[in-house]
């Protein structure tokens, strides 16, 4: 047993500051110890099943070693909870889901649902979740331009969104409102998003994000800065961080029927500069032998084919 850092580990000495209890409170039971090695083993097999991003939408997939980490903050935060994930790339749904089937992790999510536009991803978390017999994992196609189809049947909610670099942050916007209609404007969320002290535009969508979340309604209750490194030829260098928001008391009451967001202005660069929304689906090509290379990816030149 390899134990993970100590800021990873929770104690009766080290308890999370929050500013209220969770909803769903879990007895401390003391110092927790990770197998790495399972755990890291754990996640190379989700990266396995992962399909590859599609720039053009904005996709980059986070580095094995923070989907670790990010994986045991996000199955602690929504233990015992109905979770829903506003898109999932990353695949840290999986990640969660697999790590509580295996053991590694003692705790985790009741349930966990997927909402992607992107059939690949819809489909690798439903083959993951047979092969490997998980009850509790499913996932549904959705593009959160449509209005949204299971309004308030989720606890909290999760989303690493597009960035909204070119947008004031809304892209990121449009996830989480999708976020807090999961969750029927009660619970809490985690938003997963650009965070740099040397570049001017993640402060301005951070700013930006906080104040949409408040007028929904929502505080701000936790911020986890500069957390994730992610797979970003032009930018490698830039991270992200968690943050956290939670329902006002009694804001179900102020809870409005979903609406679509095709024809509206909050689509304008939505996946980066004069990147308008141009596809619904992300549909999957059939094909066989899923987490192998494929075969128009390599050419087979056989021996003594130079001669």
């Known amino acids: 047993m390899i134990s993970l850092p100590g800021w990873l580990r929770r104690s009766k000495t080290e308890p999370i500051a929050l500013p209220a209890p969770p909803p769903y409170p879990r007895p401390n039971a003391g110092p927790r110890q990770v197998d790495l090695r399972q755990a890291v083993n754990a996640i190379s097999d989700v990266v396995q099943n992962r399909p590859r991003p599609l720039r053009e939408f904005d996709q980059i997939h986070m580095k094995s070693g923070d989907m670790v980490l990010q994986s045991e903050i996000v199955a ?3 233990d015992g909870r109905r979770l829903a ?3 999932d790339g990353d695949a840290i749904s999986v990640s969660v889901a697999y790590l509580c089937k295996r053991g590694v992790l003692p705790f985790g999510p009741s349930q966990i649902t997927v909402f992607d536009f992107d059939e690949r991803t819809v489909n690798a978390v439903k083959r993951f979740a047979d092969a490997e017999r998980i009850e509790n994992l499913d996932a549904r196609l959705y593009n959160v331009l449509d209005a949204f189809l299971a309004e308030g049947e989720f606890d909290c909610f999760y989303t690493n969104p597009p960035w909204g670099a070119s947008n004031k942050g809304e892209s990121v916007n449009a996830f989480v409102e999708r976020g807090i209609e999961a969750c029927g404007y009660g619970g809490d969320g985690m938003i997963v998003i650009a965070d740099d002290d040397a570049i001017d535009w993640p402060k301005q969508v951070l700013a930006y994000v906080q ?12 911020m986890q800065r500069k957390l994730h490194e992610y797979h970003l030829d032009d930018a490698p260098d830039l991270r992200s961080c968690n943050l956290y928001v939670s329902a006002l008391p009694g804001n179900t009451a102020q809870a409005q029927p979903s609406r679509s967001l095709l024809g509206t202005e909050r689509l304008e660069n939505f996946y980066g500069r004069s990147k308008e929304p141009r596809v619904h689906y992300v549909l999957e090509r059939k094909r066989l032998n899923y987490g192998k290379a494929h075969d128009d990816e390599y050419e087979l030149k056989p021996l003594g084919g130079d001669q």
């Not at 104040?211 to 936790?222: E, I, L, T």
């Open 76 to 78: 602690d935060w929504a």
């Open 85 to 87: 994930f506003i898109g």
């Open 211 to 222: 104040r949409f979340a408040a007028d929904k309604g929502y505080y701000v209750s936790k």
